[in-house]
């Protein structure tokens, strides 16, 4: 498998630059580690988001995920230390906002996992991020560039849904099939009352 590194627009990277000198974006609270830098700060790893529609839960579904935006991971030293989101709009894209948390290790590891598998497959795939907010989940996607769709494969991000494994690399296909399964709950005792606060 051959991983092609997508481009992003020149109107995503002038944002994410533009946010990084901006007092109001920095004072957002995914963005304290960008506040007090020692050295440059340094968007990488541009990944286009795509959002899959509502009650998607089919590779007909996974084809037709209109893109949202591009992330970028902000490096800081060689480390990365959070992620930024542009927006599409009229004039291009604009800057959404700056984040932190488990999901910026995770992707990075994804990536990591992502340029392994690269090497035993002769496929194309180019990687993207997949927002599943029906699921509370996201997962990089590996979308195969070659004529073959059945290609795809989704890795998800840790904290991964309840039955699903995080950084495993489930062809796209099984994966939202296990995510479209309707959830079972079986309440065995009466719940009791929670104090208000």
Request: hydrophobic share 45%; aromatic share 6%.
């Amino acid at each position: 498998m051959t991983l092609q590194t997508p481009q992003p627009p020149p109107s995503a990277l002038r944002a994410v630059l533009a946010a990084l000198t901006s007092d109001a974006a920095l004072r957002q609270s995914g963005a304290g580690p960008l506040r007090s830098p020692t050295g440059p700060l340094l968007p990488a790893h541009p990944l286009a988001v795509h959002q899959l529609p509502p009650g998607g839960g089919s590779t007909r579904a996974l084809a037709t995920a209109p893109r949202t935006g591009w992330r970028f991971l902000i490096k800081h030293g060689g480390e990365v230390v959070a992620a930024a989101e542009v927006v599409r709009a009229a004039e291009g894209h604009t800057f959404s906002h700056f984040a932190a948390g488990p999901y910026l290790d995770s992707t990075v590891q994804a990536l990591s996992q992502a340029w392994q598998l690269a090497h035993p497959l002769r496929s194309r795939h180019q990687p993207r991020l997949l927002s599943m907010p029906g699921h509370y989940a996201t997962a990089l996607w590996l979308h195969c560039t070659d004529t073959d769709a059945d290609g795809d494969l989704l890795i998800p991000l840790a904290p991964a849904p309840l039955g699903v494994t995080a950084h495993r690399a489930y062809p796209a296909a099984e994966l939202l099939g296990l995510l479209a399964r309707p959830t079972t709950t079986t309440v065995s005792a009466p719940l009791a009352a929670v104090p208000a606060f």
